[in-house]
C-alpha cells in the first residue's frame, strides 16, 4: 500500500554517506503526534520513530544514518504536508523588555541550503593549539547518542541547553580525529573540546556553519511592545505541529 503524498528533494543530495536523495512521506496522524508528546521518548527517538512511520524509511538503521539537517527539512515538509505551511506560531519572551508576544510564518518561505560539497569529513585548523581537527556531519544516530548522555545527568527536560556537558557531547561526536588521529576515545574527545580556547571553539563553530546546509530555522521578528527585532528560532518542540491559539488583538501581553 503506497499512501505517500509527497516526494523530498533531500538537502544533502544523497551524496552523504547514509543519505537519501529522495524520500517520500505521508501526513502525520494523532499516532505520531503522540509520539510527540511522549515524557518519556528523547527528542532523537522521536525523530526516529516518526520518520519510520511517516516515511518511506522504514529500517530504523537506515533512519539512524540520516543527516540531522536532512531529519529538520523532513519534519518542516511533514508539517507542512500534515497541517499546512502557513500558521507556524510562537511565544516567546521579549530579549529586550522581557514581555510575550507571539510571532507566526509560513514555513514554506525558509531558505534551504543544499549541500555545498560532499567532502567529508571536513577540515578545521584551529590557530591557538596549533591542531588539525576533522569533522562529519551530525546523523540522527549522534542525536540519539548525546541525548542519552543528556538523560543519565536528567538534564533533557530544559532541552539539553542549560547543561554545559550537553554543548561538549553534541561537538564531541562530530569529531573524527584531531592531528590525523581518529582512535580517540569519546570521553577524550569531549575533555579535548572542553580545553578549547575560546578564538578556536569560534573557528570550530564557524568551519560546521560554513559546511552546514538543510532547512533555515532561523526568523526574525519584532516585538509589538517595544518595537525591538531579534532573531528567534522554529522549534521542533511538542508545539511544532499544533501551535498554540492565535492571540487576538484583545489578549494583550
Ligand atoms: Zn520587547
Given at each position: 500500500?503506497s499512501?505517500?503524498?509527497?516526494?523530498?528533494?533531500?538537502?544533502?543530495?544523497?551524496?552523504?554517506?547514509?543519505?537519501?536523495?529522495?524520500?517520500?512521506?505521508?501526513?502525520?496522524?494523532?499516532?505520531?503526534?503522540?509520539?510527540?508528546?511522549?515524557?518519556?521518548?528523547?527528542?532523537?527517538?522521536?525523530?526516529?520513530?516518526?520518520?519510520?512511520?511517516?516515511?518511506?524509511?522504514?529500517?530504523?538503521?537506515?533512519?539512524?544514518?540520516?543527516?540531522?539537517?536532512?531529519?529538520?527539512?523532513?519534519?518542516?515538509?511533514?508539517?507542512?504536508?500534515?497541517?499546512?505551511?502557513?500558521?507556524?506560531?510562537?511565544?516567546?519572551?521579549?530579549?529586550?523588555?522581557?514581555?510575550?508576544?507571539?510571532?507566526?510564518?509560513?514555513?514554506?518561505?525558509?531558505?534551504?541550503?543544499?549541500?555545498?560539497?560532499?567532502?567529508?569529513?571536513?577540515?578545521?585548523?584551529l590557530?591557538?593549539?596549533?591542531?588539525?581537527?576533522?569533522?562529519?556531519?551530525?546523523r540522527?544516530?549522534?542525536?540519539?547518542d548525546?541525548?542519552?548522555?543528556?538523560?543519565?545527568r536528567?538534564s533533557?527536560?530544559?532541552?539539553?541547553?542549560?547543561?554545559?556537558?550537553?554543548?561538549?557531547?553534541?561537538l564531541?561526536?562530530?569529531?573524527?580525529?584531531?592531528?590525523?588521529?581518529?582512535?580517540?576515545?569519546?570521553?577524550?574527545?569531549?575533555?579535548?573540546v572542553?580545553?578549547?580556547?575560546?578564538?578556536?571553539?569560534?573557528?570550530?563553530?564557524?568551519?560546521?556553519?560554513?559546511?552546514?546546509?538543510?532547512?533555515?530555522l532561523?526568523?526574525?521578528a519584532?516585538c509589538?511592545?517595544?518595537?525591538?527585532?531579534?532573531?528567534?528560532?522554529?522549534?521542533?518542540?511538542?508545539?511544532?505541529?499544533?501551535?498554540?491559539r492565535?492571540?487576538?488583538?484583545t489578549?494583550?501581553?
Amino acid at each position: 500500500m503506497s499512501d505517500f503524498e509527497a516526494t523530498l528533494d533531500m538537502p544533502s543530495l544523497g551524496v552523504l554517506n547514509g543519505s537519501k536523495e529522495t524520500v517520500q512521506i505521508r501526513p502525520m496522524t494523532v499516532r505520531e503526534e503522540k509520539i510527540l508528546l511522549s515524557k518519556s521518548l528523547t527528542p532523537g527517538d522521536k525523530f526516529l520513530k516518526i520518520i519510520t512511520s511517516s516515511s518511506d524509511i522504514a529500517d530504523p538503521n537506515e533512519a539512524k544514518r540520516l543527516p540531522m539537517s536532512d531529519v529538520m527539512f523532513l519534519f518542516i515538509k511533514l508539517r507542512n504536508l500534515s497541517v499546512g505551511s502557513s500558521g507556524y506560531r510562537n511565544k516567546v519572551s521579549c530579549s529586550m523588555c522581557d514581555q510575550s508576544f507571539q510571532w507566526e510564518i509560513d514555513l514554506n518561505t525558509q531558505d534551504v541550503k543544499q549541500l555545498k560539497s560532499e567532502e567529508e569529513p571536513y577540515t578545521a585548523e584551529l590557530p591557538r593549539c596549533g591542531k588539525k581537527v576533522t569533522l562529519k556531519h551530525m546523523r540522527l544516530q549522534d542525536q540519539i547518542d548525546v541525548d542519552k548522555m543528556a538523560r543519565t545527568r536528567k538534564s533533557l527536560a530544559v532541552g539539553g541547553i542549560n547543561d554545559p556537558n550537553f554543548l561538549s557531547e553534541r561537538l564531541a561526536a562530530l569529531i573524527v580525529s584531531v592531528d590525523g588521529n581518529d582512535k580517540a576515545l569519546f570521553a577524550e574527545k569531549c575533555k579535548f573540546v572542553d580545553s578549547l580556547i575560546t578564538q578556536d571553539m569560534q573557528i570550530l563553530n564557524d568551519t560546521m556553519a560554513d559546511h552546514d546546509f538543510g532547512i533555515d530555522l532561523r526568523t526574525t521578528a519584532t516585538c509589538p511592545h517595544c518595537d525591538s527585532t531579534d532573531e528567534y528560532l522554529v522549534r521542533l518542540d511538542p508545539t511544532f505541529f499544533r501551535s498554540p491559539r492565535k492571540l487576538s488583538e484583545t489578549d494583550g501581553n
